[in-house]
């Protein structure tokens, strides 16, 4: 079950510059695509989210770009700073009354300073 | 700010032995998760529910995994006959209503079981 891919395991960018995580998808049936951030030792915590009828969504430093036609989207992290290293998760929901999510493999991000 | 409490954070069983995981909700949320994730892979579902029944499992839950709430605070999941496989980090989750965008659902910092 590859629904959801994170094809980079790893990105390491400079304090202040821009990290871009990317994520492809194959189900068009999804609606609705969220960010989650992952400390170790600690749960996935939600970043931020788009549905499937936008093409962009900003949250402060955050955005999220979705590409419908590609089933590509990405999050947009500017200015980058260290307390951002953390594993990103991607992930995919499909219209239902049940709230199951669908992840990706996770980026782990390292912003140094 | 409301969280998931999850208990133990570390349980390491025998193979075949039965455990189980707790899991303390957000209090006004009426949707509950279980996902794991298997070290270095990434976080499955496994099951939704809502309403004291089972909403969506994925083909993960079979006959050796149930959930129940067995009272109004407690969200359980238990593992009948544990196989090395189970090993992984299991997360549960809460939201109100089921996620449809927006917030995404709160999940707590997991319980990590180690079948020996």
């Known amino acids: 079950d590859q629904q959801v891919k994170q094809n980079s395991p790893s990105l390491s960018v400079q304090e202040g510059r821009i990290s871009i995580l990317n994520c492809d998808y194959t189900?068009?049936?999804?609606?609705?695509f969220l960010w989650y951030k992952k400390y170790p030792a600690e749960g996935p915590t939600f970043l931020i989210s788009?549905?499937?009828?936008?093409d962009k969504n900003e949250d402060g430093r955050f955005t999220v770009f979705l590409n419908k036609s590609a089933k590509h989207l990405s999050l947009h992290i500017v200015p980058s700073q260290p307390g951002d290293s953390a594993v990103y998760f991607c992930?995919?929901?499909?219209?239902?009354?049940?709230?199951?999510?669908?992840f990706g493999q996770g980026t782990t991000l390292q912003v140094k300073p | 700010e409301p969280e998931v409490t999850q208990t133990p954070s570390h349980q390491v069983t025998q193979m075949g032995q039965e455990v189980i995981l707790r899991c303390v909700p957000i209090?006004?949320?009426?949707?509950f998760y279980w996902y794991r994730q298997i070290l270095g892979q990434k976080v499955e579902f496994l099951v939704s529910?809502?309403?004291?029944?089972?909403?969506?499992k994925s083909e993960i839950f079979d006959d050796q995994f149930s959930v129940e709430r067995p009272d109004g605070s407690n969200f359980t999941l238990k593992i009948r006959s544990t196989k090395l496989e189970d090993s992984a980090m299991y997360f549960c989750?809460?939201?109100?209503?089921?996620?449809?965008?927006?917030?995404?659902?709160?999940f707590g910092s997991g319980t990590r079981l180690t079948v020996v």
């Open positions: 189900n068009s049936m999804f609606d609705y």
């Open positions: 788009i549905s499937s009828i936008k």
């Open positions: 209090s006004n949320h009426l949707y």
């Open positions: 529910f809502y309403n004291n029944e089972i909403s969506e």
């Open positions: 989750a809460s939201s109100d209503p089921p996620y449809r965008g927006g917030y995404g659902y709160t």
């Open positions: 992930a995919a929901s499909a219209p239902s009354n049940t709230g199951k999510l669908i």
